[in-house]
């Protein structure tokens, strides 16, 4: 079929009437001052996420809607606004008795459970910092962000504790409580978590936050050194409120579904706190991704909607167009994806298969929430992330040899994208790393790291990322973190890891090692050592392919050029090579 560039929209597209049609309007009339309206704040200028998500409602009379359903395995259980305003009190009281400190950091690592957005919004609500852990992390990004983050409690499973937690305890001596959710019996040094909940009050006075409070904190990956923690604060609930209205259209009776874990910061910023302002109901499936079972949640939920991410619609593309064919969604209006560069295929499949585009918008760690976005008011170009949202400006910038940044006009031209700083949900700071956090702005813009272009219309394209990070199933993935793991294994000299561009996740994450002296390349130590990182830093994380080279190829400062690896493995041209460390001709795979 011939495909337009386009896809138009008209008022006759929506079942219900979207909450914008005028992109030029919106802006002009938008400020922060009047987003902030759309919240209550508490008195004398204080703001607080999990009052304005949580007891704002039951205040407001809403008390017996549902927030969420939480989709176990086997069971259904649904939790209304009060109950949840309840819990969180419950948790918040137990934190107050366990003496834990205002601006103290409360660690979550579990699936998607109940327990996960209690102690999320409980901790919130009690004025501690919350941050949430991908479970799927092994020991080792697990330590390493505890220890950066200084966790006080951590939240998690008995058996997330004995699998990944157990081992690395004696590694963070400041973690003074472990609580168990799910826990069979007394575990040594930690607590039972339904006891503690069960022993707590279900009032509690919501802590008197600041605005500047922190309120999260998402670790991320940079191409070098250890993860950064972005700080958010709790004035971030305006861009999450203003977003949820502008970018994924949500209106109060909504059922509304992000398949995002909250362990990354779509399924915290999305999958919790977004949904909750808007007082919508919030679907929450408790397992891994399964074609059949996902069209089946979109029927049976009745999902008005639904935000995910383009692997994710790549791995329902590839399950075939006769699935969806066995269910009907009539209520499913607006489908939204981030994270990876959505494909126009995927773009049009939505429109072609589903019988509604997928609108692809564009943010990160840093953002705290979306700033470019395809939505309803404007026409959709398949391939392009979008525009600005209200309140956010967006440009593309060069550095000139002076290293000076300068405002690329010219539409279409290649360059960096960056952000006007401003908007409430940017993150104020890398956790003690004020030199690099200081390092993402040049004067009044925040550089993002992301190459783009912007069209004559305005619309955003992605190109790639400035650096080596990856992006592997919408997850970013430090290769540092991963070389450093391959590195402990006795065998491995020197490791140099790339995203090797793959057709389903987007990346996959591929390392290059060579071997001390003594040691020799064969496939059983290629599978030692896949299995040696995956025990190590998680199945999220760990390299999925390992060649051996003789040596890797260095900058003469002595950094592995992971960009020439990369040429090297796609047979791309090498570009400059000017700094490269001795004679490396001899490069070759030995895999
Ligand atoms: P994270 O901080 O883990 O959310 O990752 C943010 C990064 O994901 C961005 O800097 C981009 O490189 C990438 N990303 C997010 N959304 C998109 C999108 N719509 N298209 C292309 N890349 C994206």
Redesign the pocket.
Known sequence: MERASVIRKTASDFGVAPNWVDYAEARREFSWEKARSGLAGLPGGGINMAYEAVDRHVAGGAGDCVAFRFLGTDAERTMTYGELARQTNRFANLLGALGVGKGERVFILAGRIPELYIAVLGSLKYGAVACPLFSAFGPEPIATRMTLGDARVLVTTESLYRRKVEKIRERLPGLRHVLLAQASGDIPGTADLQRLMEQAGDTANVAPTQPEDMALLHF?SGTTGAPKGAVHVHEAAVTHWATGRFALDLHPDDIFWCTADPG???GTSYGIIAPLLHGVTSVVDEADFDAERWYRILQEQTVAVWYTA?TAIRMLMKAGDDIPRKYVFPQLRFIA??????NPEAVWWGQEVLGLPIH???????TGGIMIANTPAFDIKPGS?GRPLPGIDACIVERDAQGRVRIIDTPDTQGELALKRGWPSMFRGYLNNEERYRKSFAGELYL???LAKRDADGYFW?VG?ADD?I?SA???IGPFEVESALMEHPAVAEAGVIGKPDETVGEMVKAFVSLKSGFEASDALRMELLGHARKRLGAAVAPKEIDFLPSLPRTRSGKIMRRLLKARELGLPEGDTSTLEGDTSTLEGQS
Do not use: A, I
């Open positions: 991320t990354w910061v779509t383009p994806s981030v994270g990876e560069p959505l692809d918008n564009w943010w990160q760690t840093e992330m993002t790291g992301d992605f990322r990070v992006k919408g997850h970013l």
